[in-house]
């Protein structure tokens, strides 16, 4: 009986659904397209990855847009900084630089020369050359000189340490020094104060007010007249006329003008949690004008409020010391609060001025609303390179303002910001 065996019905399976699968959209991928100079500064990242003496020097390329500058098939030599050169200009120059891509570019532009020379190329142009240097263009537009000497290449004085060629048309240049943009040197803005700055103050840094700062008035603030304010005319009134009639004018004939009474408006002034960079925009009114009175009720944890000074660095400013416009200072808090600056509004008081050395300054907004960097600064318009503010909020630095190369941007009223100035000036007080 099972010579024939009676077929079952799974001979010729019944097809599924899934025999031939619906193509999605993703099947066939569009194709992206990456523009030719950000290809080259993929293969130079790629070319320096397993460098570990360049990663500031790549982790600056991954955060410029210079490939934009760079051409497909055109021969570029790479001048790269290695990380020792780059820490060389301290933690928080080399934050505002990377933090800050117009900044960042104009320096990256500044270390990408046109050509493809490698080492022993230029060091035979160097030698054939009249003084032993040559002169070689960057992709900046402005140019680095090359020069061999007791057996050392260097650029702009940096010595080149080795090559490394990441294409045909792409050597790198690994030098033990950051090239400095002529007429843009790179900003330094000092580090934030920290504990360690000055010793913990003692007790005696905010004393408590005491009963006598605010004098309870007497009874002889306005005397009650007296008998003798009107005395009665005597037989002398008209004295008969002597050598002194016509007496010698003193002194007091004429008395000397007084100042029209003091008037007060108020202006709230944010502090954040931690390090807090701020200024004052007018002179504020007697009385309310020291540290101690300002700052009076704010938490500092001990840490005493600072200015600085290119020559002196950070100082600790003395609690009866007068706040002043054009300054910079450093407050901490040990938590957000607000403080009101009682302006005065006395119409007689001088413009303030602020006098600059070289290099980086702490200065203040000198008015009660945004201005930008260049009308706030017009008074050393010839003179500033970089404006740097901070961001209390964030704890950080803002991007830096370039002059004559950033978009205006505006400075604002009660914040501190650093100024990197090239040579002695005087800065003016826009409002105030």
């Known amino acids: ?27 066939t991928p569009t194709p992206t397209v990456t523009p030719p100079g950000d290809e080259i500064t993929r293969e130079i990242v790629e070319g320096l990855s397993e460098e570990e003496n360049l990663t500031t020097f790549v982790e600056a390329l991954n955060n ?10 055109a021969s570029y030599v790479i001048c790269a900084p290695t ?14 630089i990377l933090g800050d891509t117009t900044l960042l570019n104009s320096i990256l532009e500044y270390h990408v020369i046109q050509g493809d020379y490698t080492i022993e190329e230029l060091v035979m142009l160097c030698e054939n050359s009249t003084d032993g240097q040559i002169s ?21 004085n940096i010595i080149v340490i080795t090559q490394i060629q990441i294409t045909n048309n792409i050597i790198v240049y690994v030098i033990d020094g950051v090239l400095i943009p002529p007429d843009s040197p790179i900003p330094t803005p000092s580090p934030t104060p920290t504990t360690n700055v000055t010793p913990t103050p003692t007790m005696n840094v905010t004393p408590t007010p005491t009963v006598n700062v605010t004098p309870t008035p007497t009874m002889n603030v306005t005397p009650t ?23 010698t004018p003193t002194m007091n004939v004429t008395p000397t003008p007084t100042t029209p009474p003091v008037q007060e408006e108020t202006m709230d002034l944010q502090l954040y949690e931690g390090w807090n960079f701020v200024s004052i925009p007018r002179p504020l009114s007697p009385g309310n004008d020291t540290a101690a009175s300002v700052f009076a009720d704010v938490e500092t944890d001990g840490r005493p409020i600072y200015t600085y000074t290119p020559a002196g660095g950070f100082e600790p400013l003395g609690e009866n010391e007068t706040l002043s416009v054009l300054e910079g200072y450093w407050v901490y808090s040990t938590e957000e609060t607000t403080v009101q600056l009682n302006l005065s509004t006395n119409p007689v008081r001088a413009p303030a001025l602020k006098t600059l050395s070289p290099g980086w300054n702490a200065i203040g907004h000198s008015d009660l609303v945004e201005r930008s960097a260049d009308e706030t600064l017009r008074s050393v318009e ?5 404006v740097v503010g901070y961001d209390a909020g964030d704890q950080t630095y803002r991007p830096a303002i370039v002059n004559n190369q950033t978009d205006d941007q505006g400075l604002s009223p009660t914040e501190g910001y650093w100024l990197f100035v090239r040579e002695d000036g005087r800065l003016a007080a826009i409002s105030a």
Do not use: C, H, K
């Open 1 to 27: 009986m099972n010579v024939t065996p009676t077929p079952t019905v799974n001979v010729t399976p019944t097809p599924t659904v899934n025999v031939t699968p619906t193509p999605t959209v993703n099947v």
């Open 64 to 73: 410029s847009t210079i490939g934009e500058r760079l051409e497909e098939n």
């Open 83 to 96: 990380d020792d050169a780059f820490d060389g200009l301290g933690n928080e120059t080399l934050s505002v």
């Open 136 to 156: 070689l263009p960057t992709v900046g537009g402005s140019t680095v000189n090359a020069s061999f000497n007791n057996g050392q290449l260097t650029i702009n």
């Open 225 to 247: 007249p007296t008998m003798n304010v009107t005395p009665t005319p005597t037989m002398n009134v008209t004295p008969t006329p002597t050598m002194n009639v016509t007496p």
């Open 382 to 386: 010839d003179i500033w390179v970089y």
